[in-house]
């Protein structure tokens, strides 16, 4: 079977998280390194690394000061080297995440455009000498005044984070360069921050322009060569229309939306104002989507990411049965599923004391008054507990960065062992979906079910495999015909999906 560069599944990990090897409580390159046999065992095919450049760390590598170094937390350019080498001997290969809208103000161009308005880089940041109404997204104004250069520049997030103006041609060739950089590296997808953003006017207020964000990548595209590469964008504010628009010329290969993160929280508000999670919601939030990418378009499937805590607690109060049940929903649906560190144990958001939040969105939100119980859900720092290994942890013989209570006997170790865990399933499913053609490209064919149960077809010339799946907690009777099983998770019979159930079968 030639697999396309969308067929690739990808591994999100959070190397401040996952394995940290010298004992500083850090996770670092090395880690990620030595945990290869199992991600190849697992069976993905591409790491997505979070942020791994020099970067003060205010938003844990978010805000970049350098694009082709390797921040001394992580490990140097040497090790990264030997990882992406060591990778491509299991067969998978590195993307890195590109920081385009903004960079650290501690980035050489912002030190120069601060100091220099009218050198070269002088106006690759916004600047302005009044501030507008415009909020940053992590609270307060997006507006923030130097006493170097006597203006306001502009950042959609912290006041450490600078927005680079991509109205300058020289913002797009600099970003060129360090694509090139890493492809020359062996570097084989990018993972785009907050791309849409790119194309944003600020006067009066904050609107997204798509022919900006659509200039902004080809300029930054033309001269690589993307042949090979998997280009992942992370666009929240685009419509399904748009986002076709930019696979068709291959501008971006894969676009998230947010549209089924945000099923517990009140339409219109804050991240933090939540309300009851109903599978009959997260079934039209997918089917919507599904019809809007189906023939050109293409979906990612995902479920968490290190800015989402698990669906798994927020939604299914833990429950391991559901876990089993999204991990065959999300990887026999259309598109390219990433896999989030820590989704194949079924980790949750744990618990964490209140003078143990780091994340500096949520800090802010607290100081403001909000709401413990929102940040307990919604908080980003649950999305970034250190990885559980063993029992006992085996993230770090230190102290790990960020500490917690959860379940020690969700962990890798123990779930090898067991044929019946999530771990296995996740890798059945994986191995499934590289024999049967239909999963990947299969066209999706819906059948009638009650509300809180999706079913579908996947078709590829004869082959014909039907998926059944109960997203609640609830039995379902149903009518639908289910051929030889070739996975199944749950308790289900020819009529019936017992509590979240799910079946992945061929249709005769
Ligand atoms: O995290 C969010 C809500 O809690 C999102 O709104 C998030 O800010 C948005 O998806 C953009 O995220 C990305 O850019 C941010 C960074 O903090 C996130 O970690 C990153 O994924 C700024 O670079
Ligand atoms: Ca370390």
């Known amino acids: 079977m030639i697999k396309s560069h969308r067929h690739q599944v990808v591994y999100h990990l959070y190397p401040k998280s996952f394995q940290d090897t010298n004992g500083d409580g850090v996770g670092d390159l090395n880690g990620i390194r030595k945990r290869l046999d199992y991600l190849q065992r697992l069976g993905v095919d591409m790491i997505w690394l979070c942020p791994v450049y020099t970067s003060p760390g205010y938003d844990h590598g978010y805000g970049v000061a350098d694009y082709t170094s390797i921040d001394p937390l992580y490990g140097s350019m040497d090790e990264m080297e030997a990882l992406i080498d060591e990778a491509s001997r299991h067969d998978i290969t590195i993307m890195m995440d590109i920081v385009a809208n903004h960079t650290s103000s501690c980035h050489k161009w912002f030190i120069a455009s601060e100091h220099d308005p009218d050198g070269p880089y002088g106006d690759t940041y916004i600047w302005r000498d009044e501030p507008t109404e415009v909020e940053s997204f992590f609270g307060g104004s997006a ?162 990411n290190h800015d989402q805590p698990r669906v798994l607690s927020r939604w299914y109060d833990d429950d391991i049965r559901a876990a089993k049940m999204l991990a065959l929903l999300q990887l026999t649906l259309r598109g390219t599923p990433f896999i989030y560190q820590g989704d194949e144990i079924g980790m949750t958001n744990g618990n964490i004391q209140q003078s143990d939040y780091q994340d500096i969105e949520t800090l802010r939100y607290l100081q403001q008054g909000g709401a413990i119980q929102s940040v307990q859900l919604k908080g980003r720092d649950h999305a970034r507990l250190p990885m559980m290994w063993t029992k006992e942890g085996g993230f770090s013989t230190g102290s790990a960065w960020l500490q917690a209570m959860i379940d020690a006997d969700r962990n890798v170790h123990d779930q090898q062992l067991d044929d019946d865990s999530l771990l296995q399933v996740y890798r059945r499913l994986l191995s499934i979906r590289k024999t049967e053609p239909a999963l990947l490209d299969g066209e999706m064919r819906w059948q009638e079910t009650p509300s809180t149960m999706i079913a579908f077809d996947r078709i590829h010339g004869e082959q014909s495999l039907r998926i059944l799946v109960n997203l609640s907690n609830h039995s379902i009777r149903h009518r639908i015909k289910m051929g030889k099983t070739l996975i199944g998770v749950g308790d289900y019979c020819e009529e019936e999906l017992g509590p979240y159930a799910a079946v992945l079968c061929y249709t005769f």
Request: glycine share 6%; net charge negative; proline share 4%.
């Open 143 to 304: 507006w923030t005044y130097s006493s170097i250069r006597q203006q306001y520049y502009f950042h959609s997030f912290a006041k450490e984070q600078p927005d680079l103006n991509w109205n300058q041609p020289i913002v797009a060739k600099e970003f060129a360069r360090i694509l090139s950089f890493w492809i020359e590296k062996g570097v084989r997808g990018f993972r785009f921050d907050v791309i849409d953003l790119i194309g944003k006017q600020i006067h009066p207020h904050r609107w997204l322009n798509f022919e900006r964000v659509q200039e902004g990548l080809r300029e930054m595209l033309a001269p690589v060569d993307r042949s090979n590469l998997l280009l992942v964008g992370e666009a929240g504010g685009l419509s399904p229309s748009e986002i076709r628009q930019l696979q068709e010329e291959r501008l971006l290969d894969v676009v998230f939306n947010f549209e089924t993160c945000a099923l517990d929280e009140v339409a219109g508000k804050s991240k933090w104002h939540l309300q009851s999670f109903d599978p009959a919601e997260l079934k039209m939030t997918i089917k919507k989507w599904q019809d809007e990418m189906k023939e050109d378009g293409w979906n990612s499937l995902f479920w968490n």
